[in-house]
């Protein structure tokens, strides 16, 4: 699926890493799947 949509894909990757950046890796995962999946069915 990212693959076909390498612009939602980096969009997704710029979340992940401030998301890392500011929470610690378990609780980060669980975030940011939530806080992704909100603005990719906005755009999309």
Known sequence: ????NPDLA???QDQVLRAVGV???EDAETDVE???SAPAEEES
């Open 1 to 4: 699926y990212l693959r076909d």
């Open 10 to 12: 980096m969009q997704l």
């Open 34 to 36: 939530e806080t992704e």
């Open 23 to 25: 929470i610690e890796d």
